[in-house]
């Protein structure tokens, strides 16, 4: 599985951006899919994932509330929708999938994913 985001950019503090991940490969409602962030001088930390099928949600207590995850699996994409963004927002932020939480689990966990792609860089400014 290939892993394509996109959708990065800066934005004013209570503005909105929407996050793209493109996958190629093998059947994408296989994995769950997730998004991470990881700013200057911090550890990558989980922002929210989604199920396979989409069912099944969840999300950082610090996102809860501004950001939603979908995915369209006929597409091979998943989205991450950012509003009422904060400056501690800023980060790289990456998605990533993995087979073995495509029910659930422990999504924050990052050694669960398989695949992750590249990063893009959110700068929210105050």
């Known amino acids: 599985v290939q892993l394509q985001a996109s959708g990065g950019g800066l934005v004013q503090a209570g503005g909105s951006l929407r996050l793209s991940c493109a996958a190629s490969?093998?059947?994408?409602?296989?994995?769950?899919m997730g998004w991470f962030r990881q700013a200057p001088g911090r550890e990558r930390e989980f922002v929210a994932a989604?199920?396979?099928?989409?069912?099944?949600?969840d999300y950082s207590d610090s996102v809860k509330g501004r950001f939603t995850i979908s995915r369209d699996n006929a597409k091979n994409t998943e989205s991450l929708q950012m509003n009422s963004l904060k400056p501690e927002d800023t980060a790289v932020y990456y998605c990533?999938?993995?087979?073995?939480?495509?029910?659930?689990?422990?999504?924050?966990?990052?050694?669960?994913?398989?695949?992750w792609g590249q990063g893009t860089l959110v700068t929210v400014s105050s």
């Open positions: 989604i199920s396979g099928s989409g069912r099944t949600t």
């Open positions: 490969g093998r059947t994408f409602s296989r994995y769950a």
């Open positions: 990533a999938a993995s087979a073995s939480l495509v029910y659930g689990g422990t999504w924050y966990n990052r050694a669960a994913y398989d695949y």
